[in-house]
Nanobody, 119 residues
Framework: QVQLVESGGGLVQPGGSLTLSCAVS????????MAWYRQAPGKQREKVAA???????NYGDSVKGRFTASRDNAKNTVYLQMNRLIPEDTAVYYC?????????????WGQGTQVTVSS
């Protein structure tokens, strides 16, 4: 039904920048609360950024001031701009969409994209 496809991951040097994109299928994107999560090997999944249907954002402490989430409702796409990357940012990054309809909350997940920060 609702599909999310992340792109933009790759290898980047410390201090560099990378922009992730998440394309969402369907006709209800503008109603979804969107979020970015990441998970490194042996670590718990961590919420790094969220952006509401109204465009309000919040960030995890570890990325605050370095990452920026945005959305383009005309393109059904959410972005994560990552600046001043450090090796600890290395992880698989996942896109998430959430909505509540008729009292039921739905969550949709992308397949993930690898980000590696290394010299």
């Amino acid at each position: 039904q609702v599909q999310l496809v992340e792109s933009g991951g790759g290898l980047v040097q410390p201090g560099g920048s990378l922009t992730l994109s998440c394309a969402v299928s369907g006709h209800r994107f503008s109603f979804y609360a969107m979020a970015w999560y990441r998970q490194a090997p042996g670590k718990q999944r961590e919420k790094v950024a969220a952006i509401s249907s109204g465009g309000n954002t919040n960030y995890g402490d570890s990325v605050k001031g370095r990452f920026t989430a945005s959305r383009d409702n005309a393109k059904n796409t959410v972005y994560l701009q990552m600046n001043r990357l450090i090796p600890e940012d290395t992880a698989v990054y996942y896109c998430n969409a959430g909505e509540t309809r008729f009292g039921i909350t739905h969550n949709y997940w992308g397949q993930g994209t690898q980000v590696t920060v290394s010299s």
